[in-house]
C-alpha cells in the first residue's frame, strides 16, 4: 500500500509496516521476499542474496559472477588518493573508528563528478537513448542534441569540471580507462560481451568520433550496459552500486590504521598558499 501523504493517513502505519522484503521471526527463521534464508536460499552467495532482495528475483550463477567481477575489476582501487577512500584513510589516521571512517567514505560516494551520480546517470543515458532508437530516432541526432546542450552549474570549479554533457564518455585523467579491456574480457569468458546496450555503448563510441569528439567510453558506460542487459532498472542499478566502493575504502582504512597518528598527507602551514586578510592583533 503506497502512502500518498496527509496526516489522516498516519493511523493506518501506526504499529502496522506492510512489507514484502522480509522479516526475521526470533528463534525460528529469516524470510527474504518470501523465501526462507536459511533453507530455500541457503545455496545463495551474499551478491547473489543481494541481487535477489534488490530485484526480487533470482539470478544465475553466471549473472551473479558478473555482477560480483564488475565490483572486483571496476570500482574497489586500494589508493588513499581517490577522494572517499581518502576520507576514510583520514578518519582512521586521526584515530576515528574504521567503522565511522568507512561509512564517511561510503556516504561521500553520492558525488556528482565521481561516484553513484554519474554512475546512475550513465545508465539512465544508455536506457534513454535506446527507447529514442526503438521510436526511430537517429543515433546522431541523439548525441548532437546533447552534446549542444548547455550544463548549468559546474561542480568541482577547481578543476573547471562540468557535469558530462555525454554520460559515461570521457574521462578527466586519462583519455583511456584501464578497467574496459579486463570488464569486456571477463564478461565474454561468461558470455555476457554483446548485449543491446553493450553494443550500443560501443555504437556511440563510434559516432562521437565521427562526429569529432574524442570521447571514448569510461567504465560507467560499460558497468551500467552490462547491468541493463541483465534487467536492471535504472533504480535497481542504484541499489547496486550504493556498496560497489566499499572494499576499496575499507582496504585504505586498514591500511591507515597500521601507521602512526596523525601521518597521512601532513601538509606543512608553508605549503598554504593563503589569500585572506592579513595578522591582526588583539586589543
Known amino acids: 500500500m503506497k502512502f500518498e501523504g496527509g496526516f489522516d493517513k498516519l493511523p493506518f502505519w501506526e504499529n502496522n509496516w506492510l512489507t514484502d522484503m ?19 536460499l541457503k545455496d545463495l ?14 539470478f544465475s550463477e553466471k549473472q ?40 564517511a ?3 561521500v560516494s553520492e558525488a556528482t563528478i565521481y561516484g553513484h551520480r554519474p554512475l546512475l546517470a550513465t545508465m539512465s543515458f544508455l536506457c534513454s537513448t535506446q527507447k529514442e532508437l526503438e521510436r526511430g530516432v537517429p543515433l546522431e541526432s541523439i548525441l548532437i542534441k546533447r552534446l549542444d546542450r548547455l550544463v ?22 586519462t583519455k583511456q580507462d584501464e578497467r574496459v579491456t579486463p570488464l569486456l574480457e ?11 546496450y553493450v553494443r550500443l555503448a560501443n555504437d556511440i563510441e563510434l559516432m562521437l568520433q565521427s562526429l569529432g569528439y574524442n570521447l571514448r567510453m569510461n567504465i560507467s558506460t ?28 575499507m582496504f ?3 591500511d591507515a590504521e597500521k601507521k602512526p597518528e596523525g601521518s597521512f598527507f601532513p601538509c606543512r602551514c608553508e605549503c598554504i598558499e593563503y589569500q585572506g586578510p592579513g595578522v591582526r592583533g588583539w586589543e
Open 45 to 58: 552467495s551474499w551478491m547473489g542474496q543481494l541481487m535477489f532482495g534488490i530485484c526480487g528475483r533470482q
Open 186 to 196: 571477463f564478461a565474454e569468458t561468461l558470455g555476457f560481451r554483446d548485449g543491446v
Open 152 to 173: 548549468i552549474g559546474r561542480p568541482g570549479s577547481g578543476k573547471n569540471r562540468q557535469v558530462a554533457k555525454v554520460p559515461g564518455f570521457g574521462r578527466p585523467i
Open 64 to 103: 551473479v559472477q558478473l555482477f560480483d567481477g564488475i565490483w572486483r575489476i571496476s570500482t574497489s582501487f586500494p589508493d588513499p588518493r581517490l577522494w572517499n577512500n581518502r576520507i576514510a584513510a583520514l578518519a582512521v589516521s586521526a584515530r576515528s573508528t574504521s567503522n565511522l571512517g568507512i561509512s
Open 105 to 107: 567514505g561510503l556516504a
Open 252 to 254: 585504505c582504512a586498514r
Open 222 to 249: 560499460l558497468m551500467g550496459a552490462m547491468c541493463a542487459d541483465q534487467g536492471l532498472t535504472p533504480r535497481q542499478y542504484y541499489h547496486y552500486i550504493t556498496l560497489c566502493f566499499s572494499a576499496g575504502i
Open 22 to 40: 522480509g522479516g526475521w521471526f526470533p528463534g525460528e527463521r529469516v524470510v527474504l521476499r518470501g523465501q526462507d534464508v536459511f533453507s530455500e
